[in-house]
């Protein structure tokens, strides 16, 4: 999972370059401007021996935009991170 390609913008998105992320991203289907799953699960490796934070976004029946989307799940994994790195 640490090599996944897809979905830089959604856990990865708003963490700082060098933190390790091993995740899996999913996409349900679409039609329009309806989405009926955007996802991201994962392991998000946190600096100075803090350990691991395991973390999984689904937004389910999305009608906004991809790029709102990731950024939802990017703002999601940040939110985490800063509290368990506090």
Do not use: F
């Not at 309806?34 to 490796?45: L, Q």
């Not at 709102?68 to 999601?76: D, F, G, H, L």
């Amino acid at each position: 999972m640490r090599g996944s390609k897809p979905g830089p913008k959604r856990l990865k998105g708003l963490l700082p370059p060098e933190i390790v992320v091993e995740h899996k991203t999913g996409t349900g289907s679409s039609a329009g401007d309806y989405c009926a799953a955007t996802n991201d699960i994962g392991i998000v490796n946190l600096p100075q021996k803090k350990g691991a934070l395991a973390i999984c976004v689904y937004l389910k029946a999305a009608t906004a935009s991809l790029a709102a989307r990731e950024r939802t799940i990017a703002m999601v994994a940040r939110a985490a991170y800063d509290h368990w790195t506090q």
